[in-house]
């Protein structure tokens, strides 16, 4: 089994930042990718952003250029960096993790964090 705790959430002014974190720890697991998802009230759970294991990057078009993805593969950490936060940025923010291959692959959430951009 996998836990994943996140931390880094909070309110913020738009244009400030943020920089989220998801520690992964549990015993004997080798992940694949590692990425953020986001949801605000009434939408859909969207990706924000992933890294894989070779360190190429996916980001929503939302999101490009403001914030950025990256890992600490020695902790297990992955990191959200959110800068020029915009007030369409608030929603609940999840890291997921995929580890294993075939029939040994799981998928595991984090809790979520709140991050409300507001003035």
């Known amino acids: 089994q996998v836990q994943l705790l996140e931390s880094g959430g ?7 930042s ?3 974190s998801c520690a992964a720890s549990g015993n004997s697991f080798s992940i694949n990718s590692m990425g953020w998802y986001r949801q605000a009230p009434g939408q859909q759970r969207d990706l924000v952003a992933s890294i894989s294991i ?3 990057t996916e980001y929503a078009d939302s ?3 403001r914030f950025t993805i990256s890992t600490n593969n020695a902790k297990n950490t992955v990191y959200l960096q959110m800068l020029s936060l915009k007030p369409e940025d ?3 923010y999840y890291c997921k993790i995929n580890t294993g291959v075939g029939v040994y692959a799981s998928v595991y959430w984090g809790q979520g964090t709140q991050v409300t951009v507001s003035p």
């Open 10 to 16: 909070g309110l913020v002014q738009p244009g400030g």
């Open 18 to 20: 943020l920089k989220l």
């Open 54 to 56: 070779t360190g190429s």
């Open 63 to 65: 999101v490009k250029d």
């Open 90 to 92: 608030t929603a609940v």
